[in-house]
């Protein structure tokens, strides 16, 4: 059974940074895509950044583009979000999840394709 725990999530004044982290445990990361997804109050989950199994390919969402950096870090089994120039906007629930099928692309990370949520880590940005 695939679990994924968030952490690194707290309060942080706008144009601050922030790490998140994901550990992933039920199975290897090496040849999954995965992603950082986020869910603000009132607002359906999207998706923030994703990462390609390989690693060469990453995707962004528009409004982190320039801000944000996913990593990857197979032998750990985890991944990353730097958070830079935090935003008000940018205040939610972040996730971390797993590509369920293997060699798939950063595109290919999609709520329907990844497994049960974990917790995730609350992002607070005030301003």
């Known amino acids: 059974q695939v679990s994924v725990v968030e952490s690194g999530g707290g309060l942080m004044q706008a144009g601050g940074s922030l790490t998140l982290s994901c550990q992933v445990s039920?199975?290897?990361?090496?040849?999954?895509?995965l992603g950082w997804f986020r869910q603000a109050p009132g607002r359906k989950r999207e998706i923030v950044a994703a990462?390609?199994?390989?690693?060469?390919?990453?995707k962004y969402a528009d409004s982190v583009k320039g801000r944000f950096n996913i990593s990857r870090d197979n032998a750990k089994n985890a991944a990353y979000l730097q958070m830079n120039s935090l935003k008000v906007e940018d205040t939610a629930v972040y996730y971390c999840?797993?590509?369920?099928?293997?060699?798939?692309?950063?595109?290919?990370?999609?709520?329907?394709?990844?497994?049960?949520w974990g917790q995730g880590t609350q992002v607070t940005v005030t301003s």
């Open positions: 999840n797993v590509d369920r099928e293997g060699y798939g692309s950063a595109s290919d990370v999609t709520e329907d394709r990844v497994f049960p």
């Open positions: 990462i390609s199994w390989g690693g060469g390919r990453i």
């Open positions: 039920g199975r290897t990361i090496s040849g999954y895509a």
